[in-house]
């Protein structure tokens, strides 16, 4: 097999994961045997799925690949600029990324996600008067951000306690989470965490607007239910739209979060240039989340999935520079993930080491064999000592092997 910096044609390949592989791209060597010659993907959809299946990453010779995919292609060669955050200092730099909380601040962060839930809930089912209900989430907003800044890691890993029958509840829910705690990351002041928030819960109000059959209709839908569903966006900016007491920046990003920087989005198809940075970071954080959700069309497919279709639409759907942050905030392998390691054994992300991204800390469920165990911490960062080093072989859908996260205490607590 040819290496990476090996290729036939003198020059450089680029390691692709499957996840982004798109035609157009000339498949130089495989991670494994190869099963076919060299080719560019003409086929489509077959040779993906086939190369999907067989593989976890290709090589790709930029040079012969067609010029829709020297984007991504450069993407892949140049990774985020991180030099802008400071080295860690060396007693910092193993030290898991979840320290041990008070459990009272877990369990206060528990009861307020389920509260702003059901809050939520009240919402969204109040067709008439749902407005009344907005000056309690602005303040359940407040203590969350309070909550985010002493348990960080307790609110995110709710986030990923997902439930198909609730999944519209959840979502908004989920999307204001993460949005703020990424504007956390970014350095965000609070009022603007405090619009990210919001954003988030009221994003998806207009679909109380919709006909709730297409919204639960597990086949495809027409074009004509398609523009239905789409509309929601617009529905529910009519309805925010003259509140005196919503921020302004709160209306724009719900109403703009579908839009595109490449004009293909909807309700308008703007341009990057008409799209604000709160819209851009709901767009993300949308994405991720919804991906990651067992929905009644599609079902929840792995954290590293989502987070490869951003890093794919990094140049033309999604803001770059916040997509690449986004990355190096929730980690290539996110808290709560389920995965496989190298040797078979299946658990649980539960910790991160901030310099060590691919080797978190797991608490194993499954024994090599996919028997059940009460429960082993590897820190993948640790040597150990028959030599042999194991490794996350591959991330999984939620629920795979019957292991549940609802079944695991909270980090932090």
Same mark, same amino acid.
């Given at each position: ?6 290729? &036939? ?7 692709? !994961?499957?996840?982004? /592989?798109e035609n157009g791209m000339y498949i130089a060597a495989l991670d494994r045997p190869w099963m076919v010659p060299p080719h560019l993907l003409k ?13 976890? @990453?290709?090589?790709?010779?930029? $040079?012969?690949?067609? &010029? ?7 993407? /892949? ?9 400071? %080295?860690? !200092? ?5 030290? %898991?990324?979840?320290?041990? +909380? ?9 009861? /307020? ?14 067709? *008439? ?14 203590? =969350? ?17 997902? *439930? +198909? ?20 990351? =970014?350095?965000?002041?609070? @009022? ?10 009221? *994003? ?25 569903? $789409?509309?929601?966006? =617009?529905?529910?900016?009519?309805? /925010? ?5 919503? &921020? #302004? ?8 979060? *579908? ?52 890093? $794919? ?23 709560? #993930? ?18 060590? %991204?691919?080797?978190? $800390? ?11 165990? !009460? ?7 640790? %040597? ?10 591959k991330a999984l859908p939620p629920g795979a092997y019957g292991v549940q996260l609802e079944s695991l205490p909270i980090p932090g607590g």
């Open positions: 097999m040819q290496s990476a910096n090996d290729p &036939p044609n003198g020059g450089r390949l680029v390691e692709v !994961p499957v996840s982004l /592989l086929r489509g959809r077959s040779d993906l799925r086939r190369l999907r299946s067989y593989c976890r @990453s290709v090589y790709v010779d930029p $040079q012969r690949s067609q &010029p829709q995919v020297q984007a991504i292609l450069s993407a /892949l060669q140049s990774p985020p600029d991180l030099s802008e955050f400071a %080295p860690l !200092p060396d007693e910092e730099r193993r030290r %898991p990324a979840v320290a041990q +909380r008070d459990p009272r601040e877990v369990h206060h962060a528990e009861q /307020l996600y389920t509260k702003t839930q059901r809050t939520l809930q009240r919402l969204m089912r109040d067709e *008439h008067d749902w407005y009344r209900r907005l000056p309690t989430l602005q303040r359940e907003i407040g203590r =969350l951000i309070t909550s985010l800044e002493v348990v960080p890691e307790t609110l995110v890993w709710l986030t990923r306690l997902k *439930h +198909r029958v609730a999944y519209r509840m959840e979502h908004g829910l989920n999307v204001a989470i993460l949005a703020m705690a990424f504007g956390q990351h =970014l350095g965000h002041e609070r @009022s603007r965490l405090e619009e990210l928030g919001l954003a988030g819960l009221l *994003h998806d109000v207009g679909k109380m607007r919709l006909d709730q059959a297409l919204l639960d209709k597990p086949g495809p839908l027409t074009e004509e239910e398609f523009q239905h569903v $789409q509309s929601h966006v =617009l529905r529910g900016y009519a309805m /925010l739209e003259h509140d005196p007491h919503l &921020p #302004t920046a709160v209306k724009i990003a719900c109403r703009d979060y *579908h839009e595109r920087l490449d004009g293909s989005g909807y309700p308008r198809g703007k341009p990057a240039r008409d799209i604000g940075e709160a819209a851009r970071i709901l767009a993300i954080v949308d994405t991720y989340d919804a991906i990651t959700s067992d929905r009644v069309y599609s079902p929840a497919r792995p954290a590293t999935e989502a987070l490869g279709i951003l890093h $794919q639409g990094r140049r033309c759907h999604f803001d770059g520079r916040l997509v690449d942050r986004f990355i190096d905030w929730i980690g290539l392998y996110p808290l709560g #993930t389920l995965v496989e390691l190298n040797n078979g054994m299946v658990g649980i992300v539960v910790a991160q080491v901030p310099d060590q %991204p691919l080797r978190p $800390q797991v608490l194993v469920k499954l024994d090599e064999r996919k028997t059940a165990i !009460p429960g082993q911490l590897v820190d993948l960062a640790e %040597p150990t000592l028959d030599g042999f080093r194991l490794s996350v072989d």
